[in-house]
């Protein structure tokens, strides 16, 4: 209803307001609901689904519906809320008690003393961790990826993800302790190492810019010749750090990547669709990447950011 707000005559008004009523379906023309549904499905599943268990206790006992069930779930999202001189659906404000619930479980979930004494009290060891300047399309994003893959290597996402620090980060995926190394036998693995879902752009081998492996070069011609002989010197660090994040017990980071994945319109959510499209090829000012440099990049700063804003704290 924007464009009705904005009409300047009667008749763009009455034409727009058609349009409106011409839509099938609980979400007319909203884009934004069937993203806030998925994210809302997402949020419920944390931590073995405590906010979904908790949402369908509540609803249950206040409003005698059952979220379980399709018909009652449907109905109450869609009841009407009073919002000042207006309306919003309750979906909404499901919505945004899921969001803060969130918060608070991710900020009480890195203090001492969790996971049986894993998380390490003493120095963070992320003193050292780059400050990003996070902008996009330029020059700056692209030199950014290799500076994350370079404090990548050698470190374990699957741990830092979850709050572990300082020297317990310090070994592969591969090599993890705590339960990594396991999900290496996922079907976001298997779509990525067997199934062959790897990046489009850029090197194949460990998803970087050609420009940043050693294994490519140019010809006289400008044109990339891979040399298969020579190793990547990234190997596999940037599609093993995606699944440690996506698999870590912290869900705001699969929450964040399936938020993306909605807002480009991708329906199917599951981990092959993930793989698919953590693959997908991007160009930023002619250098040949993959979504998974973008994702690494921005997984990296949450670490980095919520380090800094604990220690900031002690």
Known sequence: MIRRCHADTKEEKNHWTEKYMSATGPDGFCENKPAIRKTIAALCTVDDQILGKALTSFVSKTYNTDLTLDSQATK???????LEETW?????LAFDLLVRAFEFLSCTAVGPGRDHGTYDSGPSGLSEAPTLHMSWGDSE???EWKVVMDWWMGKCSFCAGRGVQGPQIEHTLRQCPRG????????????IYEEGFRARGGCRRCALPREV?????????????FHPRVRCQYGSQAYDTAIG??????SRYRIELMESMSEEGLNDLDEESVAVWLGKK????GVEASEIMRQLRWWSQMVWKRTRVNSAGN
């Open 213 to 225: 492996c050693q294994a490519w070069e140019q010809d006289t011609f400008g044109e990339w010749c």
């Open 141 to 143: 994003e692209v030199r």
């Open 180 to 191: 990594g190394k396991q999900v290496l036998s996922s079907e976001l693995a298997e779509g």
């Open 245 to 250: 994040f996506f698999f870590c017990k912290s």
């Open 282 to 285: 991007i160009t930023v000012t």
């Open 88 to 92: 919003v659906p309750q979906l909404l």
């Open 76 to 82: 109450w999202f869609e009841e009407k809320v009073p």
